[in-house]
């Protein structure tokens, strides 16, 4: 499944763009990136063949900070936030949000519309908000429709339901789920573009062990592991996370959040760097109370 080719195209590089508009990222000191600094992230990306943009509505005000750059030429995808169950009119909902959307990024069109709450589909109303993310492709406003979730199982659940053509899900050093139970392999025969997100895992793979929060300290051996590997390899933790996420096979994205343009330019430095990948087979895990932030302490 690891391919340990470098990659000469920037392509499959994805800019997530979270910290644009939010203060995100566990390891993320200075707040949200400002304005400027996220123009030259956009000038830098556009003259170095990376096309991709990921954002959402939830990412506080990102897509109307993309849009004021103008987003021509980008691949954009973004995300329909958590549908309630009770909702009476899913359709105008979502109809209501995208537009909303597009709107704030300036765009008549973007490449990828998702469900930021993939569990919104196998709920009573799966069908109708399946309908209606149908509708907007049918009318040419998108060209991809489809979910993100951190649950590998409810991704089977879902392309055995729906005729989605996207998948946005998490992929890193610790966590192989994806890979492991064969579904990327799946979803690329399927013809469903897939999305890697979560290489650094929220910035928590990038930090000093002795900079961990009490919270990690449970998986102390891990992390210690870990550092030794990169010792013993003679590589930076950036180094490792970009080269793996960006060997793995029938990935059509990885999505890297950044903070600022220096960032963006370490992570393709990163990846010149040849490594012996099956190192850190040893580490890897499925403990989802480390491997999923979303239940982390906030």
Not at 18 to 23: E, N, R, S, V
């Amino acid at each position: 499944m690891i391919n340990n080719r470098k990659h000469s195209s920037n392509k499959k590089i994805s800019i997530g763009s979270a910290q644009f508009g939010l203060d995100y990222g566990v390891s993320n000191i200075k707040g949200k990136t400002c304005k400027q600094e996220v123009k030259k992230i956009l000038n830098f990306a556009k003259h170095n063949n990376i096309v991709s943009i990921d954002t959402a509505l939830s990412y506080g005000d990102s897509e109307k900070v993309l849009g004021s750059f103008g987003m021509s030429g980008f691949e954009v995808v973004t995300k329909i936030p958590s549908i309630e169950n009770h909702r009476i009119n899913i359709k105008d909902f979502i109809n209501e949000n995208f537009k909303r959307s597009l709107q704030r990024l300036g765009l008549s069109s973007i490449h990828g519309i998702l469900l930021h709450d993939a569990n919104d589909l196998l709920s009573k109303n799966g069908a109708t908000i399946f309908k209606s993310l149908e509708f907007l492709k049918h009318e040419g406003l998108v060209k991809k429709i489809g979910i993100s979730s951190y649950n590998p199982e409810v991704v089977e659940k879902i392309i055995n339901t729906f005729e989605i053509d996207l998948v946005q899900g998490p992929v890193n050093i610790l966590d192989r789920r994806f890979i492991s139970s064969g579904l990327i392999d799946r979803l690329s025969k399927s013809n469903i573009e897939f999305h890697s997100r979560s290489s650094f895992l929220q910035g928590l793979l990038l930090m000093k062990n002795s900079s961990l929060s009490r919270y990690f300290f449970k998986w102390e051996k891990l992390f210690n592991s870990f550092e030794n590997i990169l010792k013993e390899l003679g590589v930076t933790p950036l180094e490792a996370c970009v080269s793996y996420s960006l060997s793995i096979n029938n990935v059509d994205r990885v999505i890297f959040g950044v903070e600022n343009l220096l960032q963006l330019k370490e992570i393709l430095k990163a990846n010149c760097k040849e490594i012996d990948l099956r190192t850190f087979d040893q580490i890897k895990t499925d403990d989802p109370m480390l491997i999923n932030p979303s239940l982390w302490p906030h």
